[in-house]
């Protein structure tokens, strides 16, 4: 029974805290809280995670004690390391990575990070690391809080919102200024207004139900020639791009796939190429069939270089050069690309090749994909 007036001794209380911490109720007790918890050595090799970490690397057979944490998780980008996770470049932006190395300096550092998986998925954290020893010997202490969905919410919220603001804000200015336009100019201005809100909202909807794994994939002959056409007309057609100079080789290629992802992932990588060139500088669309077996490619050739740094993050969910919980867009090309149509998304840029963005995908009904229904 509960008595106010009554407390142990300060003697008591450091005995109670150290039988606690060596008893297996304790390690009970790290495996119900609700959020990931893993202890690293000097080696950033993993030798403690609770149930709910375990839990998450379910699928993954080689996870285990010894591996490093995105090792475990199997990020992408952990196996083409030569010395696998915290070796590649892409480490260097790795928020964990970074929460990391502060912790190896003696610092308790907190931030959020994106681990990259396969087929377009990936996993937001935000982190918290505390560095301690134990027996002379450094330790790091990692709780992981998984805000995947918050994340994309507050993408999708934001830039939803962002446009939905800036269509109502043009509206206003419209209506303040019509008798002062000329007419054509007011139905450009009206028909920019509708293609920018029918896109943003198909747009959302689109990335919520990927994400959510509730597309279903509708499988047709596509005339690629015809699609790009198609999208060119429409997104020239709007003020900010009608100056933009863009060159569609034709090349006859018809794929079996869904039209409808494979137009939203044209869109948004040519709408991307546009936007970052200049009036005097082309962008140059061009296809190559895929030969005994080989992914059919669309290539998208720009001139502006992607800066080192953002080429280390695209295709992250919730990273945008337009500020913090901004653009959906490389992600969503990565995520629709690779869990629906069955191919893959890659870049080069460099002053060789310019920037180029290549998607590959197969014809559907011959090629056994595995996809997300």
């Not at 928020?95 to 996993?123: D, F, M, V, W």
């Not at 909202?201 to 002959?221: G, P």
């Not at 919730?318 to 690779?338: C, D, N, P, Q, V």
């Not at 870049?347 to 180029?356: E, K, L, P, Q, Y």
Request: hydrophobic share 35%.
């Amino acid at each position: 029974m509960f008595e106010p007036s009554i407390r142990e001794s300060a003697e008591e209380i450091k005995q109670q805290a150290l039988s606690l911490l060596q008893s297996s109720a304790f390690n009970r007790i790290l495996d119900h809280i609700p959020n990931m918890v893993i202890i690293m050595n000097s080696r950033r090799q993993i030798v403690y995670m609770n149930k709910k970490f375990a839990g998450l690397l379910s699928e993954c057979s080689s996870a285990k004690l010894g591996c490093r944490p995105g090792e475990c998780m199997l990020c992408v980008h952990a196996a083409p390391g030569k010395d696998g996770c915290g070796s590649t470049e892409f480490c260097h932006v790795c928020g964990l990575a970074q929460a990391i190395r502060k912790s190896e300096k003696g610092i308790h550092a907190t931030g959020e990070c994106n681990i990259p998986l396969a087929h377009g998925e990936s996993y937001t954290f935000r982190v918290n690391t505390r560095p301690f020893k134990h027996e002379g010997k450094p330790y790091i202490f990692i709780y992981l809080q998984d805000i995947s969905d918050y994340k994309t919410r507050e993408m999708l919220e934001n830039v939803f919102l962002h446009d939905i603001n800036n269509s109502i804000t043009a509206l206003n200015g419209l209506n303040e200024l019509i008798d002062d336009i000329p007419l054509a100019e007011v139905k450009n201005i009206i028909n920019d207004l509708s293609i920018r809100l029918t896109d943003e909202i198909y747009s959302f909807r689109l990335i919520t139900d990927a994400e959510n794994r509730s597309l279903s994939i509708l499988v047709t002959e596509v005339d690629i020639d015809k699609l790009i056409e198609n999208i060119i007309r429409s997104l020239v057609s709007t003020r900010n791009l009608r100056n933009r100079k863009i060159r569609n080789e034709r090349s006859g290629l018809k794929l079996q796939t869904d039209e409808t992802l494979l137009r939203r992932v044209m869109i948004n990588t040519i709408k991307n190429a546009l936007e970052a060139s200049s009036d005097i500088e082309e962008v140059k669309i061009y296809c190559e069939k895929g030969l005994n077996g080989e992914l059919n490619r669309i290539n998208i050739k720009s001139y502006p270089l992607i800066p080192k740094k953002v080429q280390l993050q695209l295709f992250q969910r919730a990273f945008s050069t337009k500020g913090a919980g901004r653009g959906w867009g490389t992600y969503s090309i990565r995520l629709l690309t690779e869990r629906y149509l069955g191919g893959t998304v890659s870049f080069v840029s460099d002053n060789r090749h310019r920037t180029i963005f290549t998607i590959s995908i197969p014809s559907l009904l011959s090629h056994k994909t595995g996809l997300s229904r």
